[in-house]
């Protein structure tokens, strides 16, 4: 799909005015967990271009009339390159387009956002942020996995899984860290390399963790399993992108913190 064609059918609502960009948090899934700044921005926008992990659901708050254009990467797949799009970005707002670029998450946490924000400054464009539900807050909500708890986690660190050349260089000493709770986004392709890392750095082969797949969505699956077992468990349920890795003591809150499973009515978007 040639972005350059569909835009030139895209024309400001309101010509004359300065366009301006967005860099909107679609949140992890659950449309309910927009904030209402970015169901405005959805709404009033002339162009959304918009990534892999906006949902159906929330596409579908899109109005009719809007043009919405995918521009996501998927692994090994770089849909648009980032350079295309930024420039592409910076051309439409010149026209005078309010653009809303809706991002999964947050746009600042692992979404590219400040890369973005950054060239559209330099281009003088006006921008705004708006912040969404990073996935690490909204998978372990409604997986029933507090991310700290007195006496169990001090902490939380938001790391990437993200391989390069097969490898992922973290600082594992630091990483391996007993009262602090580990969220590894982007990691499932690395699931060997985390828990042997972490293992050899001094974290118990016991350690739970948790794999949550396409969390706060309507087919969210949340496993629980521990360090050791982290890679056999993936593979035996198969689980696929997008999954979030959460390594602690705070995963065996789960048992009783389960809240999803508890309710009646589920939430509309878990399980229904
Ligand atoms: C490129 S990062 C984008 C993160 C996003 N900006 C955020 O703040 O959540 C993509 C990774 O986030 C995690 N992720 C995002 N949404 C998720 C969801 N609904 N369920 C599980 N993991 C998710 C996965 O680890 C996925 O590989």
Known sequence: MNIKTLSQLTQPKHAGTAGRVDLVGAGPGDPELLTLKALRSIESADLILYDRLVGDEILSLIPQKTRAIYVGKAKHNHCVPQEQLNQFMVEQAQRGLHICRLKGGDPFIFGRGSEELMELQAAGIASQVIPGITAAAGCSSYAGIPLTHRGLSRGCTFVT??????????????????????????????????????????????????????????????????????????????????????????????????WIEQMTPRPMAVGE
Not at 165 to 191: E, P, R
């Open 161 to 258: 899984g993200h391989l390069k050349d097969g490898k992922l260089d973290l600082n594992w000493t630091q990483l391996a860290n007993v009262d602090h709770t580990l969220v590894f986004y982007m990691g499932l392709s690395a699931l060997n390399e985390i828990s042997s890392q972490l293992a050899a750095h001094g974290l118990a082969a016991d350690t739970p963790a948790a794999l949550v797949e396409k969390g706060c969505h309507s087919d969210q699956r949340v496993v629980t399993t521990t360090l050791s077992e982290l890679t056999e468990q993936a593979d035996h349920h198969q689980l696929e992108s997008p999954t979030l890795i959460i390594i602690g003591q705070v995963v065996a809150l789960r048992e009783q913190l389960n």
